[in-house]
């Protein structure tokens, strides 16, 4: 049995493979480039068009394995889709993260609350985050099973990669979609791991050169839409170096785009013209390249931009403009990545009112303050930093955080490598299924956060008042896969026949025990977990059902809160509720 | 069965026998027909279509990534260098693109330009032109002119069927 790994990202998806005496390799993915052309590329750009027939004819979107098809995922989804941008779904993996929105609703493409009414947006289908995400993975699952017909994908060991950010729900809607692409059993792994673990792979034994007892990693991921940071302490374990994954940050919708999109504004000022949608990306892709060479090694002094007319007229109609070396590192690095001190913190505007509903992007485009107080809470400086993700190729941008860690830390920080930083997700998720083989090191680390539940406190009722809730920790930070927490007999109570309904919590910081009853303070709610025990022979409707928790982190790597009835006679799974919430 | 098809790669395969051949002396001199690749699903009539389809494919991709057709297609006449230059960079750009991403290239006579070379013996004259009177047996001495260049790669897209070719750009109304 082969290992497939799966990193299924907000902008770009990739695929590789291992097996037990082959290391890690990456898979070309076929894919349309084109209106009736289909190519392989290194990556799947996570894009689902979904034109109505008078758009983009479906004889154009057929795949090798497919016949004529109504949507199309990949390059050609994405190129077509700046020019509808009304059937295009982006970013959907920031969407299975977003609790403001019921995330199995049809609600992509995302058209905002009063544009939801037009007339006009009529046609095309509309889809979930959660079946955006099943068709990127069943693209992925076809496409691998076309050019390896000896080894289907749903008989290969199959790992998909997270952002560490995903709390236990946008973990199990992973799960949710990975089998509705036909994977009925994946497991999950978080990122920034992975890319250590293609850091791992890349090094062999020579890792162990690079990293002593008492290092710690900083994981350092910028990708195109998102930006996640990680620690992996490394520990003495008898003789042998283990390493544990100690810290995760939140979810930051910052990244690479946001870089290209600032360019694109700064050279739209130099223009004699206004440009129409296609040259505004024409554009947006110039300025891609052009910081890639202008924060490359040996940059020249400045590039040149041209867009070229819209019409088949070519010469004569060019827009020119050019971007200096000086006002892209002014724009890019001080923009993104300015000098910071140790103890900064993020920038959060005020949410002015009512404000519209869409994906929660952060407000602070410094990464490095984001960077600052993330460490600022783990309160510990690493000592190596491993990057990952396209932006970070960027030979300044790396210096730049290089330098600010050297600056906090107050003593040098070494810098790991050797790794592709866009495919190292996946070629690190391929290698972690060799590692569970035991072929190499475990990075050791369980649940990134530990988990509540909201429990009401008994007391008098009193007009007006609703009663204080508090928060009983079911599910500590840290908590391995595989293993179970069984809480303490608690007073706890399901009605028969009734939707028992509890707010559920998560928090990165607090180290609490099982069972413990906690002040919510900083803990962020995430969607309720609910029962309806259905009245049967052992139970009657009306009924009160004593009952325990129990908690419990699947081989999967998802979550799973069980009530356990205390005479024995029954035990339900809660089940996340992901409907939208006021 | 699969609705596509590889002419695209057929119409370069065609143009690919010199790959095989390698100076080998006892080597049949004249090009081989094109391998009936996809010979057992198409019926010859349609052969000369995919050629076709593969021509106007790869026209396609230049002009969608490179502007190329409407680069030729326009007059230069009376344009100025610094107009046409900035033009043909972007068009340069984008053809080098499609270029580098579907086939790999290597000289056909590796060695500088302008260097005297040897013609060795069972040469095959689809790969080294000889220009002027060759005096005797090989090898022969020369002046290497042009390296040549053999495709040692095709990474074409497959092409679906039921698509019109002809329509390498399509008209574009903004609404």
Redesign the interface.
């Known amino acids: 049995m082969k290992i497939i790994g799966i990193d299924l990202g907000t902008t770009n998806s990739a695929i590789a493979a291992a097996g037990d005496d082959e290391p890690a390799r990456s898979q070309p993915i076929?894919q349309v480039?084109?209106?009736?052309?289909?190519?392989?590329r290194p990556s799947l750009p996570s894009f689902l068009l979904l034109p109505t027939e008078l758009e983009v004819p479906s004889?154009?979107l057929?795949l090798?394995?497919s016949?004529?098809l109504r949507y199309a995922v990949g390059t050609f989804a994405r190129e077509r889709g700046a020019e509808l941008p009304h059937r295009l779904v982006s970013s959907a993996k920031s969407w299975l993260c977003n609790p403001s929105i019921d995330r199995t609703a049809q609600v992509l493409p995302f058209r905002g609350a009063q544009r939801e009414l037009d007339k006009d947006m009529e046609g095309g289908e509309r889809v979930s985050p959660v079946n955006a995400s099943a068709r990127y993975l069943a693209h992925l699952r076809a496409a691998w099973d076309d050019a390896n017909p000896d080894d289907p994908a749903d008989e290969q060991e199959v790992l998909v990669t997270v952002p560490a950010s995903f709390d236990a729900v946008a973990r199990e809607l992973t799960v949710v979609a990975a089998r509705e692409a036909g994977f009925d059993k994946v497991t999950l792994l978080e990122e920034p791991q992975a890319a250590f673990y293609a850091y791992l792979a890349a090094r062999g034994d020579d890792w162990r050169k690079d990293l002593k007892p008492g290092d710690v990693v900083l994981v350092c991921d910028v990708g195109g839409g998102t930006t996640d940071f990680s620690l992996i302490e490394v520990a003495d374990d008898g003789g042998n170096l283990a390493l544990e994954r100690v810290a995760v940050g939140d979810h930051i919708l910052l990244g690479g785009d946001n870089m290209d999109l600032a360019m694109a504004a700064l050279v739209t000022q130099q223009l004699a013209k206004p440009l129409?949608?296609?040259q505004q990306r024409a554009l947006v892709h110039a300025c891609r390249r052009a910081k890639e060479t202008l924060l490359g090694p040996d940059a020249p002094k400045k590039v040149?931009i041209?867009i070229?007319s819209r019409g088949?007229?070519?010469?004569?109609g060019?827009l020119?403009a050019e971007i200096s070396r000086d006002d892209a590192e002014k724009l890019l690095i001080d923009g993104f990545f300015p000098v910071v001190g140790a103890d900064a913190k993020t920038e959060r505007r005020r949410a002015g009112g009512l404000r519209e509903m869409g994906l929660p992007y952060a407000h602070d485009p410094a990464i490095t303050r984001h960077l600052a107080e993330f460490l600022a809470r783990f309160g510990k400086m690493p000592t190596a930093v491993l990057f990952n993700g396209g932006v970070m190729t960027a030979a300044k941008l790396q210096g730049r955080i290089l330098e600010l860690l050297r600056t906090w830390a107050g003593r040098d920080v070494k810098l790991l490598g050797g790794t592709d930083l866009d495919l190292a997700v996946a070629l690190g998720a391929a290698h972690y299924g060799r590692v569970r083989r035991g072929k190499g090191v475990r990075i050791r680390g369980g649940t990134a956060r530990g988990y509540y539940i909201g429990i009401e406190s008994a007391m008098p009722a009193i007009p007006g008042f609703a009663p204080p809730v508090k928060a009983l920790c079911v599910a500590p930070q840290g908590l391995e896969e595989g293993s179970t927490v069984e809480l303490p007999d608690d007073e706890l109570g399901l009605i028969v026949g009734e939707l028992a309904t509890f707010r559920f919590f998560a928090g990165s910081t607090r180290k609490d025990p099982a069972g413990e009853l906690v002040e919510i303070g900083d803990l962020a709610e995430l969607d309720p977990v609910e029962k309806l025990v259905p009245a049967d022979g052992d139970h009657k409707a009306g009924d009160l059902v004593p009952v325990r928790l129990e908690a419990h982190v699947t081989e999967v790597g998802t979550l799973e809160l069980w009530c356990v009835a205390r005479d024995g006679r029954g035990r339900w799974k809660l089940e996340y509720s992901v409907r939208e919430r006021e | 069965m699969?609705?596509?098809v590889d002419a695209f790669r057929l119409l370069f395969t065609g143009k690919l026998p010199a790959e095989a051949v390698k100076y080998l002396p006892e080597q049949p001199k004249l090009p081989e027909p094109p391998k009936p690749v996809v010979a057992e699903k198409a019926k010859p009539a349609s052969l000369a279509a995919h050629h076709k389809d593969g021509a106007l494919?790869l026209l396609?991709?230049l002009q969608?990534e490179g502007?190329l057709v409407?680069?030729l297609?326009?007059?230069?006449d009376g344009?100025s260098d610094a107009?046409?230059g900035?033009?043909a960079?972007?068009?340069y750009r984008g053809c080098r693109k499609v270029l580098d991403?579907?086939m790999s290239f290597e000289p056909v006579m590796p060695g500088e330009e302008e260097a005297k070379v040897s013609v060795p013996k069972g040469f095959d004259p689809a790969e080294i032109r000889l220009i002027g009177e060759a005096k005797g047996e090989p090898p022969f001495r020369g002046t290497l002119r042009h390296h040549g260049w053999r495709v040692t790669e095709t990474?074409?897209?497959?092409?679906?069927e039921?698509?019109d070719?002809a329509v390498i750009a399509?008209a574009?109304v903004?609404l």
């Open positions: 076929a480039t084109g209106p009736g052309e289909v190519g392989e004889a154009q057929q090798p394995w016949g004529p129409d949608a296609m040149p041209a070229l088949s007229k070519l010469i004569g060019t020119k | 699969s609705r596509f494919a396609a991709l969608r502007r409407d680069f297609r326009d007059s230069i344009a107009d046409i900035v033009a960079r972007e068009v991403q579907h990474k074409l897209p497959s092409l679906a039921g698509v070719r399509p574009e903004e």
